[in-house]
């Protein structure tokens, strides 16, 4: 015959209250916070589940990165593109003025809207973005091209833009211009966004100064920096042959660095939204992972809560009645 | 003739007393219903021996209370202690687990390392976009900061578990000493008890020396044997006796045992409690050490001294203790000496920029043009020569010379002294010398992001990381994570399981054992009719002698 004494009956009241109410506040806490595993100690996976709420976070820095890359990038995209229209204009000119027809006070005229077109590369090559230089490579503080001369002899009086040249810092004396800037877009993905701009834009302004000082009617040496002027009608064929030169490396120039610029930032941006299309993905996945991971079912949780509810008052009913059967009401 | 008359009288007595001995037991049991550890009674009854009258009729003497019979079942009160061990060292990981594992929390809130690892990174990394940004670096200052004061909040936060669970020892086995000269007590009157009055006589001093036993199991694993003179001697697993007969042996926690002139320290600094007997207490001191032998027992002191650590006498640091707090303890000393020496070396440039002088040249500069004055971006607290393998200042510590100041004592841990080695937001070194040819003046770019480049390519880089290799920081915090939550998982589950293992044992004893009302209540009933019969049979006797009576007078 079993014995069932009063100890047994108090111990098992009380045992199927506290595991009700475990079962209740467990759900509650799910409902309440949406999470089914909020300690290590909840899931043996916690360690993944870790892992993966650092992916979120890191992708989180990702996406904030990408978005300054590709504003940046739109905004080198816009400067090569002006770029390539100058070059264009300053060939046009050159184009018309390198007839024999045209005359050399013509060409002192178009002369003048070299030195505009000059002058508005050199602001192109100077241009801050969040204010800093994008072109001087790691040296963003300091205006990469600055104002030098060349000497002409007799020297011109007054001096006009004839006599100055635009020339990128030295690289000897400041290596830091000669560096570009890389930065981690994913954890898998670098990209260079800002690069000196000294072949970018220091072909053209040289070549520009060039065509700009043979058609005011000066030679010029750009391994000293010097010329002189031509004695005209003597050195025409030489001032139409400077002019034709000049031409010729504007357009090597924009063969050779600007559109190969436009392309690759074209290349880039779409790199970067490859970039942030897998970045998505990823993103996906990893929410997914987690969620399956440590996310409650809220419809499953409230279930349960219900159901361990009704769990709880059913032991509270079951134990109120074992704990007042007693014999001694009947005796 | 037989004298039946006076049988009818003697024999009504006895089992008036007979029935008043079954009462006032049922009274006893119904009393200590709800008494820990009481074992019911039993009164036994048997019947007298009766005299053979002339005519060869025995009729019989009555009933005599032979004896009292305590209920107790030797093999499940074992096993009730066996499982109250078991309980015992299982709540007591449970609950330093639950608070272990909120150091290391998975949910994304502030606070973890782990979190402040990311956080850390990921500002290197938008500091790489724009390294001349002021916001930029007083984000990644702070962002070191929080990964500091995490480092360092965890690892206090740990020390004061194992300062905890050290008190609680030196509680644990206070009470522990208390329970075993108890015993020995009871061992002594139970011995006197049941020389004189046989067994049963001492059912009380039993029972109490039954809850002392299964209260003591809770704590400590002993070896129980029972002796005939109904003493108990119990025993640690190395036979180390903790009760003999009327004699306990007490146990004494120190930290300055005779075998260890310099125990290690703890990682709250002051060394770790031994469990020792002094065998020579009256001329000075002789210590055996019984710690490792209760560690691997049940208990809440094994668990405890599990949790705790377990130093050694040859332990020189802290870290050495075996135990799940030490353990945790030394993989984030791990991590902070990795941000010393790895990410300090990558900070000041990853290598000497002029190795021809004598001091190192970090090639890492900040706005201001100048290299890391410090050895890098981390410090810790400490007034000694910190970097010895450089004769000058400026240099990064090696492990080596992290090693030299722990083993001399110097410093004890790095995880609570840690520190950012600067507050300036323009001090952080975001660029490398970009100076070229032979050493010359460095070049420090305000625009240049490869040295905070460096930094952030830390988190995809492979490290050595206490005896793992070719791990980075992330996955060396989340192996800690999912260690930390499987030993808090296997801790829940054991709780679980033993309280359902306890709950069974406590049933089947008290099943034997325990006091059922009902049971008493209709053995009263019926005590309490038969002491009403053997009343009526005085009454009948007393009317045959008057019917006597009247005939003869």
């Known amino acids: ?331 | 003739m037989a004298n039946f008359g006076a049988k009818i009288i003697n024999n009504a007595i006895s089992g008036l007393q007979a029935q008043q001995a079954q009462i006032a037991n049922a009274s006893n049991n119904i009393a200590n219903v709800n008494t820990p550890g009481y074992s019911r009674r039993i009164v036994n009854l048997e019947n007298r021996a009766g005299s053979v009258s002339n005519g060869g009729i025995n009729i019989g003497d009555g009933v005599n209370v032979a004896s009292i019979t305590r209920v107790a079942d030797l093999f499940l009160e074992t096993a009730l202690r066996t499982t109250t061990g078991e309980k015992g060292a299982a709540d007591t990981q449970d609950e330093f687990l639950s608070r272990i594992q909120q150091l290391f929390n998975i949910t994304g809130q502030q606070g973890s390392i782990g979190n402040s690892l990311t956080k850390f990174f990921s500002s290197f990394n938008d500091l790489s976009a724009n390294p001349g940004s002021i916001e930029l670096r007083t984000n990644v200052i702070q962002a070191a900061q929080d990964l500091v004061t995490t480092i360092s909040t965890t690892y206090n936060s740990l020390a004061n578990l194992q300062k905890e669970a050290d008190s609680r020892v030196v509680s644990e086995v206070a009470g522990i000493n208390a329970m075993t000269a108890k015993i020995a007590d009871l061992n002594d009157k139970i011995k006197s008890r049941e020389a004189g009055g046989g067994a049963g006589s001492a059912a009380d001093e039993r029972d109490q020396r039954d809850l002392l036993l299964q209260q003591l199991a809770g704590k400590i694993s002993y070896d129980k044997i029972d002796l005939a003179d109904g003493t108990v001697t119990l025993s640690l697993s190395n036979g180390f006796s903790l009760v003999s007969g009327s004699t306990s042996r007490q146990l004494e926690t120190t930290t300055n045992p005779s075998f260890d002139s310099t125990p290690a320290p703890s990682l709250y600094g002051a060394p770790l409690s031994y469990i020792v007997y002094d065998y020579d207490s009256g001329a000075g001191t002789s210590h055996i050490d019984l710690t490792n032998f209760i560690k691997q027992g049940q208990g809440s002191l094994g668990a405890l001294l599990d949790l705790r650590g377990v130093a050694a006498s040859t332990d020189t640091t802290a870290f050495q203790a075996q135990g799940t707090i030490p353990d945790l303890a030394s993989k984030v000393e791990d991590l902070t000496r990795s941000l010393l020496t790895d990410f300090n070396q990558v900070y000041i440039g990853g290598t000497d920029r002029d190795p021809s002088t004598a001091n190192f040249q970090p090639s890492s500069g900040d706005l201001n043009g100048t290299p890391p004055a410090t050895f890098g971006l981390f410090d810790f607290v400490y007034s000694g020569v910190k970097d010895s393998t450089t004769t000058g200042t400026i240099g990064y510590p090696e492990g080596s010379d992290l090693n030299a100041l722990i083993s001399t004592g110097a410093v004890k841990n790095f995880s609570s002294i840690l520190t950012v080695a600067f507050s300036d937001p323009r001090r952080l070194a975001a660029a490398r010398d970009s100076s070229t040819g032979a050493p010359a003046a460095a070049i420090y770019s305000p625009g240049d992001n490869r040295n905070a480049l460096a930094m952030a390519n830390l988190q995809s880089s492979t490290l050595t990381l206490g005896s793992i290799s070719g791990i980075t920081v992330g996955d060396y915090y989340n192996q800690i994570v999912g260690n930390v939550g499987n030993l808090k998982a296997s801790a829940a589950l054991a709780k679980t399981v033993s309280a359902n293992s306890l709950t069974a044992a406590q049933n089947r004893r008290d099943e034997v054992s325990a006091v059922s009302l009902d049971e008493e209540y209709s053995n009263l009933t019926i005590y309490q009719q038969s002491y009403q019969a053997s009343a009526r049979m005085i009454k009948i006797a007393d009317q045959i002698f008057q019917e006597v009576i009247g005939l003869i007078g």
């Open chain 1, 1 to 331: 015959m079993t014995r069932i004494t009063q100890s047994q009956l108090g111990r098992m009241s009380v045992e199927s209250i506290f595991n009700a109410r475990d079962q209740f506040n467990k759900y509650s806490n799910e409902v309440s916070s949406g999470l089914k595993v909020s300690q290590p100690g909840d899931s043996r996976f916690s360690g993944t589940i870790n892992q993966y709420r650092d992916l979120l976070t890191r992708i989180e820095g990702h996406e904030t990165r990408i978005n300054s890359v590709k504003s940046v990038l739109a905004f080198q995209d816009n400067v090569a593109n002006q770029l390539n229209d100058l070059i264009v204009r300053a060939q046009e000119i050159a184009e018309q003025n390198a007839s024999e027809t045209v005359g050399a006070e013509t060409r002192a005229q178009a002369a003048k809207e070299i030195w505009e077109i000059r002058d508005h590369i050199v602001q192109l090559a100077n241009s801050k973005y969040q204010d800093k230089y994008i072109y001087g490579g790691a040296d963003d503080d300091d205006m990469p091209f600055d104002a030098s001369s060349y000497t002409t002899t007799p020297a011109i009086t007054p001096a006009g833009p004839e006599s100055v040249r635009y020339a990128y810092d030295n690289t000897t004396t400041e290596p830091a211009n000669a560096l570009s800037r890389t930065i981690n877009l994913t954890d898998d993905f670098t990209m260079t966004i800002t690069s000196p701009g000294n072949n970018l834009f220091g072909g053209a302004l040289t070549a520009l100064e060039r065509l700009g000082r043979a058609l005011a009617g000066y030679t010029t040496d750009t391994t000293t920096n010097t010329g002189v002027p031509y004695v005209l009608p003597t050195d025409r064929d030489l001032q139409t042959r400077n002019i034709k030169d000049a031409m010729d490396s504007l357009e090597t120039n924009r063969q050779t660095y600007v559109m190969p610029e436009r392309i690759s930032l074209g290349a880039k941006l779409k790199r970067v939204d490859t970039a942030e299309a897998l970045l998505d993905l990823t993103k996906s996945d990893a929410k997914s992972g987690l969620a399956s991971m440590q996310e409650a079912d809220v419809d499953v949780s409230a279930t349960n809560l219900s159901l361990a509810q009704n769990g709880l008052n059913a032991s509270y009913a079951v134990s109120a009645k074992i704990l007042q059967l007693s014999i001694l009401n009947f005796l």
